[in-house]
Structures are given as C-alpha cells and as structure tokens.
C-alpha cells in the first residue's frame, strides 16, 4: 500500500529544497526546476555554455545539501587523454595476478548514486562505451558480468555539442540539454554581490540552501511517479494523454513542429522520456496538472547547440499564445 503521507512530505521537502536554492543562486530557476526533475525522473542532464557560467556550481552545490557521502557522489573532468580507469577504478592487481581482470569500483563512476562529468564528449570510445550502459542499463560488466550500479541520475557538462556521428547514442540519452548562459549584463552588481556571498560562505563552511530533504525524497517520489502516476496516466483516452485535451493536442502539435519543420530528430525514446519527464515535473511543482510551464520542458530537446537556441526561443512564443 502506498502511503501518501510519505509521498506528499517527500514532495514538500523536494519542493521546499529547490525554494533555497532558487534563493541562492541568480537568474538560474529554470536550470534548478530541470535538475529537480531530472533527479526525481533519474534521467540524465547536460549542461551546455562557456566556461565560468556555473555550470559546475549548480551541481556541487545541489548535492552538498542532500548531504551525500563521499561515496555517492562522483565528479571528474574528462580530456582526450582520460584512462579508463580514472572514471571506472584501477585494475585490482592481487586479481590479476590470479588471472581475473576486474576493477577496484569504489568511490568510482560504477558505485556513486550522482555523477558529475565536466567536458563529457571528450570522452574516448572506450569510457564512451561504458558511459552509454550505465546511463542506459544502469549496469557496469565486470569480467563479462553485469554488476547493478546505483546511479540515480547523471548530470554532464560540455561547452559544446559535437556533430560527430560516433557521440550520437550519447547525445540521444541526455533527453535534457540546457544551456548556462552569463548573467553578467543583466545582473552586474548582483552577480558580484553574490558571488563575494558565496565565497564568504564557502570560507565559514556556510551552507544556507540545506534542507532537510534527502537524494532519499527523491527516490520515494520516484517510485510513486512511476509505479502510479504514468500507469494511471497511460489508461486516460488518447485525447487525453497530458491530463486535458488542450494540453496533449499542444504536446502533440509542438512534437510534430520540431520534427518536421525544425527537423530536430525526435526518437521513440526521447518521446517518451519527454512525456515521463513533463509528468514528473509537474506531479513535483503543480500538483500532476500539466500546464504550459510544463511543455516548456520541450525548449530543451534538440540535439546540437544550434537546436538549443532555436528551440527555445520558437516554443516559448507558441506556448505564450497557448496560454
């Protein structure tokens, strides 16, 4: 039996969470409520942007106060030059010596609940290889065997988005591709005010955005969404597959006019982790309603910096005439 009691407080810690952090950090609501949904959805994210634009930032500072251990949370750089082994684990060499090849995994990629990746598509084929199936099948094969890793979500950073064929598996996993975007011309004095904040509070050890939400909040409300919110919302008439008929005809309409007048490859999957996306975001920040602020999700779908910015800018102007 599903005690919504435990739902609902999870839902009120979750939502209560991305209030402080909103609070901390400037003109970044947006980026904060996709990194909310995409945890609670455990579906992946990308950042895309310039250096210096917090892209970093949001991620460490959103898993400082879930106050993960060392751990569960992993964070590296990649360059061309990354071994293997820096993101997977060293070769253990007591079982080499016995002739088995496996990887000492602790406090690496394969054990850790988050995942940091900073210049992902830097990556060579053979991390790019294990990258897809831990994202995709959550499992890491250790002498031919599938081990479960417990990643719940993985967030990954890029100051771009190569066209390269060989990263387009890896492309089409990040469902959710949002760009980090100076704020400097809009907010200079309060951008200064607040970084000085942050390093003050960084320097006393300060940590005002900590809540008494858990990666744990997340997990329940997770497994509600999927074991009751979609099965329930999949029995609703076709017409009806958002919640209302103007919502899912809008949901609809704006999939046909990426793929075939902005020619943004939509995929079967990426279907329908957009549509598990939009449900959970809105069973998080209003109450299962989808609402346009929900379809804004789809600003962040396209595969290639280019679909970024045309995206964005064309379905905040057709949902604006929607709402």
């Known amino acids: 039996m599903t005690d919504i009691n435990l739902i609902n407080e999870s839902r009120e810690k979750v939502a209560d969470y991305f209030s402080r952090l909103d609070g901390f950090f400037l003109k970044r609501t947006e980026l904060l409520k996709l990194m909310i949904t995409a945890v609670t959805a455990q579906e992946p994210m990308l950042f895309v942007g310039r250096p210096g634009t917090a892209k970093s930032l949001l991620v460490s500072v959103f898993c400082q106060g879930l106050g993960l251990h060392e751990d569960d949370y992993f964070e590296y750089m990649l360059t061309k030059f990354t071994e293997p082994s820096e993101i997977m684990g060293p070769v253990d060499i007591q079982e080499l010596k016995s002739g088995r090849y496996s990887r000492k995994i602790e406090g690496h990629l394969p054990t850790a609940k988050i995942a940091f990746l900073d210049e992902i598509f830097k990556a060579n084929s053979a991390i790019l290889n294990v990258l897809l199936t831990i994202i995709n099948e959550r499992k890491y094969y ?3 065997k599938p081990i479960p890793v417990p990643l719940i979500c993985m967030f990954a950073a890029s100051n771009e988005i190569p066209d390269f064929g060989e990263f387009d598996a890896l492309k089409d996993r990040f469902i959710i591709k949002a760009e980090t975007l100076s704020v400097k011309d809009s907010c200079f004095s309060e ?3 607040s970084g000085i904040t942050h390093e003050q509070r960084a320097f006393n050890r300060e940590k005002p955005w900590k809540s008494d ?14 074991s009751t919110v979609l099965p329930n919302a999949i029995k609703r008439e076709d017409h009806e597959l958002m919640g ?10 704006l999939i046909y006019v990426l793929s075939e007048e902005l020619k943004v490859e939509i995929t079967d999957r990426k279907l329908i982790k957009l549509y598990k996306l939009i449900l959970t975001q809105a069973f998080i920040f209003n109450g299962g309603k989808v609402t346009a602020n929900e379809l804004k999700l ?3 779908c396209g595969n290639n910096f280019s679909d970024i910015k045309k995206i964005k ?3 905040e102007e057709r949902l604006a005439n929607l709402a």
Do not use: W
């Open 213 to 226: 939400c858990t990666l744990n909040d997340f997990i329940v409300l997770h497994d509600y969404i999927v």
């Open 244 to 253: 209302s008929p103007e919502m899912t005809t809008a949901f609809k309409a």
């Open 298 to 300: 789809l600003c962040y």
């Open 191 to 193: 951008l200064i005010r």
């Open 313 to 315: 800018d064309y379905i």
């Open 142 to 144: 250790q002498e031919g």
